[in-house]
């Protein structure tokens, strides 16, 4: 069994700064490729930031220069810091992870953590 938690949701004022943090647990044989995406209410879930195993990483044009993903392979762990936050950054981000639980038989699923809230507001 494969778990996403996610934390460090808040409410912050604009221009504020938050670091969130996913970790994964339980039986987990690698992690591929792992992000953020968030929804907005009305919204569809969009994708926020991404990394694979190997580094490479893509951002949604409006978080460009503001957030920075990154991730701890040894903790299973993948961070968003956001920085110059907007009134339209709030929404639920999610963590999602592409993981492969099982090394004899090398297939990978995908995980969604339970969200943590993120509000920007004066």
């Known amino acids: 069994q494969v778990q996403l938690v996610e934390s460090g949701g808040a409410l912050v004022q604009p221009g504020g700064s938050l670091r969130l943090s996913c970790a994964a647990s339980?039986?987990?044989?690698?992690?591929?490729?792992i992000g953020w995406y968030r929804q907005a209410p009305g919204k569809q879930r969009e994708l926020v930031a991404r990394?694979?195993?190997?580094?490479?990483?893509t951002y949604a044009d409006s978080v460009k220069g503001r957030f920075t993903i990154s991730r701890d392979n040894a903790k299973n762990t993948v961070y968003l810091q956001m920085n110059g936050l907007k009134p339209e950054d709030t929404a639920v981000y999610y963590c999602?992870?592409?993981?492969?639980?099982?090394?004899?038989?090398?297939?990978?699923?995908?995980?969604w953590g339970q969200g943590t809230q993120v509000t920007v507001s004066s």
């Open positions: 339980g039986t987990i044989f690698s992690i591929n490729a």
């Open positions: 990394t694979t195993r190997g580094g490479t990483t």
């Open positions: 999602n992870g592409n993981i492969v639980p099982d090394s004899t038989n090398n297939l990978e699923y995908s995980y």
